[in-house]
């Protein structure tokens, strides 16, 4: 179950992304957050009473409690982005749950760093995102959302697609190979999240060039006629 909620995740993260960089509908990635987000929070609760027998700590232990934690934070996420959205209440709250839920990101990618070194640093890069949200929500950094958009965009599949299908298939890297599965994935993480600052910094470049074009050729333009891009 908690390979499904990954897959879902994958998607998530894709539209979300293309949210913020103004490429779909925010309504629309709130929706499909919203819904992401229940079905997480319903595979979470069974896998609770099936692989926990039913109380969380028998045939699994700490490993069954630990894979819901993430379940359950990854659910509650998203039903809290969509529900922010579609309520319009003001993503103050959500930032600052999103700067909690990265703290717990760092414990647990701390927990699985000795038994399962790639969920480790997926979890390292979730908390990473987690961050970003917190930064640009709870304490009004907007200029980080181009950044957010393509953070999002290019580890969406990385981090949580193509594992979750490797969990589903039964690929999961584990025993002498994990150490170097798991090198090989924080080193391609890092190289898709140092792209994301390179294209957000372009993004904003080209923007700033056209605002000082549109200004000369439009002197009159108001603010309000800019494109969402020549705003932030």
């Not at 898709?192 to 904003?204: I, K, M, P, S, T």
Request: net charge neutral; aromatic share 8%; with cysteine.
């Amino acid at each position: 179950m908690n390979h499904i909620c990954l897959l879902l995740s994958g998607a998530a993260l894709l539209l979300n992304g293309l949210a913020a960089l103004d490429l779909l509908p925010r309504r629309d990635a709130a929706v499909f957050s919203l819904v992401t987000g229940s079905t997480q929070l319903l595979l979470a609760v069974a896998y609770l009473g099936t692989a926990g027998g039913g109380d969380g700590t028998a045939g699994g232990g700490t490993a069954i409690l630990l894979g819901a934690a993430g379940m359950f934070l990854f659910g509650l996420t998203y039903a809290y982005v969509g529900l922010d959205f579609l309520l319009g209440l003001g993503s103050r709250g959500l930032g600052w749950f999103c700067g909690m839920v990265a703290g717990c990101g760092l414990l647990l990618a701390a927990a699985w760093s000795a038994e399962d070194p790639l969920l480790a640093v997926l979890w390292l890069c979730w908390t990473y995102l987690w961050l970003l949200f917190f930064l640009q929500l709870a304490l009004g950094i907007e200029r980080l959302t181009p950044l957010i958009g393509w953070s999002l965009i290019l580890t969406s599949q990385a981090s949580a697609t193509v594992p979750a299908l490797l969990g589903i298939t039964g690929r999961w890297p584990d025993g002498p190979e994990a150490p170097a599965t798991a090198a090989g994935s924080a080193a391609a993480l890092a190289a898709l999240l140092l792209l994301a600052v390179y294209l957000a910094w372009r993004g904003r470049q080209t923007a700033a060039r056209a605002a000082v074009v549109l200004s000369v050729a439009c002197p009159d333009v108001s603010a309000s006629a800019l494109p969402g891009e020549l705003k932030r």
